[in-house]
T-cell receptor, first 122, second 107 residues
Framework: EAQLEESGGGLVQPGGSLRLSCAAS????????MNWVRQAPGKGLEWISY??????????ADSVKGRFIISRDNDKDALYLQMNTVRDDDTAIYYC????FGSGSRPRFDYWGQGILVSVSS | EIVLTQSPGTLSLYPGERATLSCRAN???????LAWFQQKPGQAPRLLIY???SRAAGVPDRFSGSGSGTDFTLTINRLAPEDFAVYYC????????FGPGTTVDIQ
């Protein structure tokens, strides 16, 4: 069964940087698109970034565009999120999420990691 | 941007009752690319329904999804104690957006 495990979270000051990692196992990582989804404390879910299987295509939500960078290393079965110029409203649990294409052209989010907390505070 | 609205915000029911949750989009969702997730406290969301009406692997058949276009419904027949949770709808037709969630709690 697919497993995803995030790491690298913690406390960071406003304006600082942090790099999240997600270790994937139990499936052929390079064949799947991957996403980051976050959830602020007590709030709902927000998709923030997408990367295709070979890393050549990325998308971002407007809230993080220009500040966050998604990447992957298929040799290491790893997904990353480089978070730069963080703000207070980036405080959230960050989930690594696998995308699965069915018969259609759009991927559903089928496996989620347990999430990692990022707290932005001075 | 496709905006999703969920109703009601909270649904208070007894175990064994039927839950009917609504998700409405501000524009047509392409090819009914609509999913439902369940989230329990301290846990990651879990995919229940995709493509509006297809159950994900391992999801009990008391969960069913319906609808098309802009109006979608998640129905939970005979609520089990473990079904009390927050439910989110998500569209993945154009980019990805989530609804604000519906809490199903015990009456």
């Amino acid at each position: 069964e697919a497993q995803l495990e995030e790491s690298g979270g913690g406390l960071v000051q406003p304006g600082g940087s942090l790099r999240l990692s997600c270790a994937a196992s139990g499936f052929t990582f390079s064949r799947h698109i991957m996403n980051w989804v976050r959830q602020a404390p007590g709030k709902g879910l927000e998709w923030i970034s997408y990367i295709n299987g070979d890393g050549s295509t990325t998308y971002y939500a407007d809230s993080v565009k220009g500040r966050f960078i998604i990447s992957r290393d298929n040799d290491k079965d790893a997904l990353y999120l480089q978070m730069n110029t963080v703000r207070d409203d980036d405080t959230a649990i960050y989930y690594c999420v696998r995308g699965l294409f069915g018969s259609g052209s759009r991927p559903r989010f089928d496996y989620w990691g347990q999430g990692i907390l990022v707290s932005v505070s001075s | 941007e496709i905006v999703l609205t969920q109703s009601p915000g909270t649904l208070s029911l007894y175990p064994g009752e039927r839950a009917t949750l609504s998700c409405r989009a501000n524009q047509t969702i392409n090819s009914d690319y609509l999913a439902w997730f369940q989230q329990k406290p301290g846990q990651a969301p879990r995919l229940l329904i995709y493509d509006a009406s297809s159950r994900a692997a391992g999801v009990p058949d008391r969960f069913s999804g319906s609808g098309s276009g802009t109006d979608f419904t998640l129905t939970i027949n005979r609520l089990a104690p473990e079904d009390f949770a927050v439910y989110y709808c998500q569209q993945y037709g154009i980019s990805f957006t989530f609804g604000p969630g519906t809490t199903v709690d015990i009456q």
